[in-house]
Structures are given as structure tokens and as C-alpha cells.
């Protein structure tokens, strides 16, 4: 099984419960996907688990985005592929947390 190397750039707050740099690389296997990639983050980062998505229903939190080559993906399916660049190093897959106010 082929094994792609995809970078993956976390929000702040994320950054420092995992205690990492902005950016890290993340090993998945197969086909890589939002759900494929989020697993490997959370399988190499457990503290990460639940969250970026809820334990139970795997629905991304509230008020954090995915985005790649600059486009939206946070309401694609799970299971679609990721855009080529991400998958080739080009562009990283950012999670993004919102910002909320008044």
C-alpha cells in the first residue's frame, strides 16, 4: 500500500496541546481523503483526538475550518479525495479555527 506524506497546518491552540510547530507532515496510507488524513493526525497526535472532529459522530467541530489550495473543503465528503497539490506537497491541508465575537 502506497504511502503519501501530506502537510498539515494546525491552529494555535492545537499547536500547543499537541506541542508542535505550525506545520507537520503526517504519513497516511491509501487514498487520501479529509477522514484518512484526520485519522493519521490523530493516530500520530492522540491528544488531538475529539478534537478536531466529535468522538462520536466524527463531524468536524464547530468553529474549525478545513481549507487547500485555497478553497473551502469543510463541507466536502469525508471520503473525497484531496486536491492534487496537497497530495503532491505543493499546498498543505490547513485546519483553521474561526473567530468568533462581537
Known sequence: MSITRIRVILPFHLQT?????????????????????????????????????????????????????????SFDAPDKPLPAAVLDGREPFIVLGSIAGG
Open 17 to 73: 496541546l499537541a506541542k508542535v510547530k505550525s506545520e507537520v507532515q503526517i504519513d497516511v496510507e491509501g487514498e487520501v481523503t479529509q477522514r484518512s488524513l484526520l485519522d493519521a493526525v490523530e493516530a500520530r497526535f492522540p491528544v488531538l483526538s475529539g478534537t478536531i472532529r466529535d468522538h462520536q459522530t466524527q463531524q468536524r467541530r464547530p468553529l474549525l475550518r478545513y481549507f487547500a489550495c485555497e478553497q473551502d473543503l
